[in-house]
């Protein structure tokens, strides 16, 4: 099975999200892609997808949305995952979904979305990101849960290999 995954990120962490993703996926013995947002041109032709983004003042990043916007009618004919990564802490602040995860999990009709925590680090902020971060008192440090994110890849491995066993 071929699988598709993307994510938008603006510092990084998202995008190491995805690639840890994807090596699960890999490992289960998925053929994966990884491309970012803006680089796919056509989902048809994969199996499944999974996309993801950073979230920004309760949002998603427009390369993600444009991509689930542009990909719609094909990525509506396959199984496919979102998830979020952005809040920091411990417990993680904000604890709410983005504003626009359910619209986007209608739009597609995706099997789920998830909200992992994300890594915070005040020196890959441009000024105006450092200001919204004191803000709101933003904690720095790494709060990504790695092993949440492998059991929640292995669960679409598992889901997409029984699909195709069918």
Known sequence: MR?????????????????????????????????????????RGFDGAVIGSGVYTGRWLTPARDLLARQRDALALMPVWLFSSGPVGEPPVPADDPADAAPM????????????????????LGIGERAMVAMVRAPDGDFRPWPEVDAWARSIAQELQAASAR
């Not at 994510?7 to 970012?36: D, K």
């Not at 998830?114 to 890594?119: D, I, K, T, W, Y």
């Open 105 to 124: 999990v209608a739009l597609i009709g995706a099997r789920g979305h998830r909200v992992f925590a994300g890594r915070m680090d005040r020196s890959r």
């Open 3 to 43: 699988v598709l995954v993307s994510a938008a990120s603006r510092h990084g962490a998202t995008t190491e999200v995805a690639e840890r993703i994807a090596a699960v996926l890999a490992s289960a013995g998925l053929q994966v892609t990884v491309a970012a947002p803006g680089d796919v041109a056509d989902v």
